[in-house]
C-alpha cells in the first residue's frame, strides 16, 4: 500500500489547513501522526475504513477533524484553530489490524503555523 500526502504549507495561528492522504490500497486504519523539530513522532488521530471511528490525541480534540472519503480511497485531516505548536512535519500512516504496528507510512507534509 503506498500513501501520498499532501495539503501542508504555512497558516497563521487561529487558521485552518486540510491534509489530504491517498492511498493505493484498503486497510484497517489510517492515521495521522506529526514529529515536530527535536521531537519524537507523536499519534494525532486515527480513523477506520469500515467501522468509521475515530480517535483524536487530546491536545487536538475539539480542533482537528480526521474523515475519509471510500470512494476516493483518502483520509482527510481538517485542522482548524492551529496554535504554533502544531507546527510539525505530518505524516499519513496505515496498518492492516489494531494488533499491529503502522507498516505503510507516507511521505511527510510540513505544516508551519506562525505565531
Known amino acids: 500500500v503506498q500513501l501520498q500526502a499532501s495539503g501542508g504549507g504555512l497558516v497563521e495561528a487561529g487558521g485552518s489547513m486540510r491534509l489530504s492522504c491517498t492511498a493505493s490500497?484498503?486497510?484497517?486504519?489510517m492515521a495521522w501522526f506529526r514529529q515536530a523539530p527535536g521531537k519524537e513522532r507523536e499519534f494525532v488521530a486515527a480513523i477506520g475504513w469500515s467501522t468509521g471511528t475515530a480517535r483524536y490525541t487530546d491536545s487536538v480534540k475539539g480542533r482537528f477533524t480526521i474523515s475519509k472519503d471510500n470512494a476516493k480511497n483518502t483520509v482527510y485531516l481538517q485542522m482548524d484553530t492551529l496554535k504554533h505548536e502544531d507546527t510539525a512535519v505530518y505524516y499519513c500512516?496505515?496498518?492492516?489490524?489494531?494488533?499491529?504496528?503502522?507498516?505503510?507510512w507516507g511521505q511527510g507534509t510540513q505544516v508551519t503555523v506562525s505565531s
Open positions: 500512516a496505515a496498518r492492516e489490524s489494531l494488533r499491529i504496528a503502522y507498516a505503510y
Open positions: 490500497g484498503r486497510t484497517y486504519e
